[in-house]
């Protein structure tokens, strides 16, 4: 496996990129009386090698959609389609990388990426050569005998991309992978991510609570109603590609914001009531005032 530069516009032929549909899905957890609905009648689309940030309140359902697609459950009504075949459970096709590190602390950088590969029945050294090209693609090929507790929280992020990306799957599913990084790390890991995903056009469906990541990263936003999620609005991303953290100062990702933090505030509001919703409304009011 080659390993370009970051900066050449490789991308993968379109028959190495899945479409993704949600048809009508709901999901809920719980019996009877106890049971609470999380997503109702959620429906849309990502084409071929589109990124799709997911944006919604805090705990609208964002990592159940994820668990959804990645197959780690299943809905109650609907159907998730992948390339026109229905998700009936897990699968090497899609990978999902979670919140929290899933390295395993025992093993070194070069072992966790190529766990995957190697528990798929494929030889160690068939695979070294592909995965020490990952591993030099994300910058931690000198890094490949440390074990996690001696890389940093980017390192870690860059670690688990590397595993994969090993795997070669047809969608990735990102649920907030850089929750938790200081600020500055944040902003590497989005703008390292953003040129991964514009080298290779790896349909990506990312799940986030920032809406200026989301405009940095995304073709399109999805933005997510409060509980029972469904969709309030999808917003097209046109800022040129390749992107850079300076587009966010632009006239176009201002009005994208301002639209999305408008449709976000009213959901979040459904989370309050009396007093609580007295005071948000006020502290909202005062802050448009001094735009």
């Known amino acids: 496996m080659a390993a370009p530069a970051l900066g050449e516009a490789a991308r993968p032929p379109a028959e190495g990129r899945a479409r993704v549909v949600l048809s009508r899905v709901s999901k809920g957890f719980g019996l009877d009386a106890t049971r609470e609905e999380v997503i109702a009648d959620l429906d849309f689309e990502i084409a071929p090698g589109e990124l799709t940030a997911l944006v919604g309140p805090s705990g609208c359902g964002k990592t159940t959609i994820a668990n959804l697609v990645a197959g780690y459950e299943k809905p109650d009504r609907g ?16 990978m999902l990388v979670f919140q929290e590190s899933a390295l395993f602390p025992w093993l070194t950088t070069y072992r966790n990426v190529t766990f995957g590969l190697e528990l798929a029945g494929r030889s160690a050294g068939a695979i070294r050569a592909e995965a020490m090209a990952v591993l030099q693609l994300v910058g931690l090929a000198a890094f490949a005998d440390k074990y996690p507790a001696q890389l940093s929280g980017g390192m870690q992020r ?81 800022l040129p590609r390749p992107r850079s953290p300076a587009m966010l100062a632009s006239r176009e990702a201002f009005d994208i914001k301002r639209q999305a933090l408008e449709i976000l505030h009213e959901e979040a509001l459904k989370s309050f009531s009396g007093e609580s919703r007295d005071f948000v409304e006020g502290y909202a009011k005062r802050f448009h005032e001094g735009d």
Do not use: K, Y
């Open 158 to 238: 860059r670690a688990e991309l590397a595993r994969a990306m090993m795997m070669d799957p047809r969608l990735m599913i990102m649920d907030e992978p850089f929750r938790g990084l200081d600020a500055m790390t944040r902003e590497l890991m989005q703008e390292f991510f953003l040129r991964l995903f514009e080298q290779h056009r790896r349909t990506n469906l990312f799940i986030t609570s920032e809406i200026e990541e989301a405009i940095l990263l995304a073709d399109r936003l999805v933005l997510l109603s409060n509980r029972p999620a469904t969709v309030r609005a999808l917003i097209p991303i046109t």
């Open 79 to 94: 159907q998730i389609l992948l390339d026109g075949a229905p998700v009936r459970g897990a699968g090497s096709d899609r």
